[in-house]
């Protein structure tokens, strides 16, 4: 377009005297129109992009040792977990690295004292509870669940084992998150007719499938277990010497030698544990649970429970590959969904994950313990995992 405007420049006949004048006229008009092209390209859109934000102060004083990873980066990465349109509500973030402290971030309101409710990363807790019996004597994870109502005979609930019900692979009839939300077992066995004994209304559900047959995420099996675990502490019926012994067991094996400190358990009227998801801590004892995983189950050396029970809980479940013995794994789902971040982290990488995006996240090869807590709508659960992943991302193996 350029020649050919110049090109088509007519001028009037000139005398000779005038030749100098004229070439410095079309000089002047030709190095106008070569600018043209730069001027309408700042129009039309195509400068450079602009440069990725500056990291806000908080996240920058939130890194309190250096990094493996560039700092301004990871401050960025921060940032993005603490963006309330996207994630919902951040209100704890806590990352170790070696076992030190790498970074630390609390929301408004919230601090090093506060205690969070794990949800169902309870769960895990649950599973180191069996573990510990199982490694007492107590029970064998391959036998039949000592589950009273079970042992009728021919109650094909006879059948279900201990391996099964910490792997979610009963067999028993449950709806976890069904809508509408009441009609859900989880919400009947917690909040409506099952509250005052949860264990009574999750074991009073028939099966649906072949004991060990298929995998189906249920809280009523993590209040069965902590069922089975006070029945092996007492054969007391009563809800105080249930609740006393089972809080004791749990002070005295796991949170004292942990050093998990401020871990309040709760119970239901009969004197359950609510296994399933109501077990407050703070952020330092939740990432201190990721760090006792991350080492077999070990405290400064001193095996706190077999390392074979913790790799048993790491071991992928025989029909889900992303969930172990009530642990979460760094695997696809069978229908190819994740709960965490297969294709940019370690396979060892594990996790405890809670509802509305708790998460305590565990990667040996790493030496990596990463702890989240807040408010996260199921809607925005997927982005927040992205997220998270990018975090892990950036820490290299060892």
Same mark, same amino acid.
């Given at each position: 377009?350029?020649?050919?405007?110049?090109?088509?420049? *007519?001028?009037?006949?000139? %005398?000779?005297?005038?030749?100098?004048?004229?070439?410095?006229?079309?000089?002047?008009?030709?190095?106008?129109? /070569?600018?043209?092209?730069?001027?309408? &390209?700042?129009?039309?859109?195509?400068? $450079?992009?602009?440069?990725?934000?500056?990291?806000?102060?908080?996240?920058?004083?939130?890194?309190?040792?250096?990094?493996?990873? +560039?700092?301004?980066?990871?401050?960025?990465?921060?940032?993005? /977990?603490?963006?309330?349109?996207?994630? &919902?509500?951040?209100?704890?973030?806590?990352?170790?690295?070696?076992?030190?402290?790498?970074?630390?971030?609390?929301?408004?309101?919230? &601090?090093?004292?506060?205690?969070?409710?794990?949800?169902?990363?309870?769960?895990?807790?649950?599973?180191?509870?069996?573990?510990?019996?199982?490694?007492?004597?107590?029970?064998?994870?391959?036998?039949?669940? %000592?589950? *009273?109502?079970?042992?009728?005979?021919?109650?094909?609930?006879?059948?279900?084992?201990?391996?099964?019900?910490?792997?979610?692979?009963?067999? /028993?009839?449950?709806?976890?998150?069904?809508?509408?939300?009441?009609?859900?077992?989880?919400?009947?066995?917690?909040?409506?007719?099952?509250?005052?004994?949860?264990?009574?209304? *999750?074991?009073?559900?028939?099966?649906?499938?072949?004991? &060990?047959?298929? @995998?189906? @995420?249920?809280? $009523?099996?993590?209040?069965?277990?902590?069922?089975? =675990?006070?029945?092996?502490?007492?054969?007391?019926?009563?809800?105080?010497?249930?609740?006393?012994?089972?809080?004791?067991?749990?002070?005295?094996?796991?949170?004292?030698? =942990?050093?998990? +400190?401020?871990?309040?358990?709760?119970?239901?009227?009969?004197?359950?544990?609510?296994?399933?998801?109501?077990?407050?801590?703070?952020?330092?004892?939740? =990432?201190?649970?990721?760090?006792?995983?991350?080492?077999?189950?070990?405290?400064?050396?001193?095996?706190?429970?077999?390392?074979?029970?913790?790799?048993?809980?790491?071991?992928?479940?025989?029909?889900?590959?992303?969930?172990?013995?009530?642990?979460?794994?760094?695997?696809?789902?069978?229908?190819?969904? =994740?709960?965490?971040? %297969?294709?940019?982290?370690?396979?060892?990488?594990?996790?405890?994950?809670?509802?509305?995006?708790?998460?305590?996240?565990?990667?040996?090869?790493?030496?990596?313990?990463?702890?989240?807590?807040?408010?996260?709508?199921?809607?925005?659960?997927?982005?927040?995992?992205?997220?998270?992943?990018?975090?892990? *991302?950036?820490?290299?193996?060892?």
């Amino acid at each position: 377009m350029l020649v050919v405007f110049i090109a088509t420049v *007519a001028f009037p006949p000139a %005398p000779a005297h005038g030749l100098r004048a004229m070439a410095k006229r079309c000089l002047f008009l030709i190095l106008t129109l /070569l600018a043209v092209p730069s001027l309408a &390209g700042c129009e039309s859109g195509t400068a $450079a992009p602009e440069p990725p934000p500056a990291p806000s102060q908080a996240s920058l004083k939130a890194i309190v040792s250096p990094p493996p990873t +560039d700092r301004t980066e990871l401050a960025r990465t921060i940032d993005r /977990l603490f963006d309330e349109e996207a994630v &919902g509500e951040t209100r704890a973030l806590l990352v170790l690295r070696g076992g030190e402290p790498l970074i630390e971030r609390y929301g408004e309101g919230y &601090g090093r004292k506060t205690r969070f409710i794990g949800w169902s990363m309870t769960k895990c807790v649950t599973g180191i509870m069996i573990g510990l019996l199982v490694s007492d004597g107590q029970l064998r994870r391959d036998e039949s669940a %000592p589950v *009273a109502l079970w042992m009728r005979p021919g109650d094909p609930r006879g059948e279900i084992t201990l391996r099964q019900l910490l792997q979610m692979r009963s067999g /028993l009839r449950h709806s976890e998150n069904i809508e509408p939300i009441h009609d859900a077992d989880t919400t009947r066995m917690m909040f409506l007719d099952g509250r005052d004994n949860m264990a009574r209304f *999750a074991e009073a559900q028939p099966l649906e499938a072949e004991p &060990g047959s298929e @995998y189906k @995420y249920s809280s $009523a099996t993590s209040v069965i277990l902590s069922d089975i =675990a006070a029945q092996v502490l007492t054969r007391s019926t009563d809800p105080d010497r249930r609740r006393q012994l089972v809080a004791s067991f749990l002070r005295t094996r796991l949170f004292d030698p =942990a050093g998990m +400190d401020s871990m309040v358990p709760e119970f239901d009227a009969s004197g359950t544990f609510i296994g399933a998801s109501m077990l407050h801590g703070n952020t330092h004892d939740w =990432a201190r649970l990721g760090e006792f995983l991350r080492h077999g189950g070990s405290v400064r050396r001193a095996q706190i429970i077999p390392r074979r029970w913790i790799e048993f809980m790491q071991a992928p479940s025989p029909t889900n590959p992303g969930f172990g013995a009530h642990l979460w794994l760094n695997r696809r789902y069978p229908d190819g969904s =994740a709960q965490l971040f %297969p294709e940019r982290a370690p396979q060892s990488l594990f996790a405890c994950i809670g509802h509305l995006g708790q998460y305590v996240i565990a990667s040996p090869e790493q030496r990596l313990t990463v702890v989240r807590l807040g408010h996260t709508p199921n809607e925005q659960r997927e982005e927040l995992r992205r997220r998270l992943g990018d975090l892990v *991302a950036l820490f290299p193996a060892s």
